[in-house]
């Protein structure tokens, strides 16, 4: 297995584990936001525009995915059968002892890019449990 591919594998590990908590905080705050729309305080009132119970409950099924295909790119098996490390081994980039190769960059660009896509969930169910918690029920 070369360098490359263990340094690899360590930072999606590192990814997963954090798509894991990621998928948690997302869950805690769907379910907060239910369960203060649930309240009888909030019971009879309209859901704010662009806001639908719907969405909290896709929300951690997101995260899931997310945190799935996550998963998938940190076994090694998956990727000694995969030519990804081998075939676009192509150098982009070359400074020192250090050399960016074109299969890094998109092996880096798609974990970095579920990462990112796991924060925004957090972010919006976030942002779903304040909405309800300070406009729904006053």
Request: proline share 4%.
């Amino acid at each position: 297995m070369a360098i490359g591919m263990k340094a690899f594998i360590t930072v999606a590990r590192v990814v997963f584990v954090a798509a894991i908590v990621l998928i948690g905080v997302t869950s805690i705050f769907c379910y907060l936001a239910v369960t203060i729309a649930a309240e009888p305080t909030c019971a009879g009132h309209e859901w704010p525009m662009g806001y639908r119970p719907d969405d909290l409950a896709v929300l951690p099924l997101i995260a899931t995915i997310l945190a799935t295909l996550a998963g998938g790119m940190c076994l090694e098996r998956a990727l000694k059968k995969g030519r990804l490390f081998k075939v676009y081994a192509t150098p982009i980039f070359e400074f020192a002892s250090i050399e960016v190769t074109f299969d890094m960059v998109v092996a880096y660009s798609t974990l970095l890019s579920l990462l990112s896509m796991s924060v925004i969930t957090v972010s919006i169910a976030i942002t779903h449990y304040q909405v309800i918690a300070h406009t729904m029920c006053r």
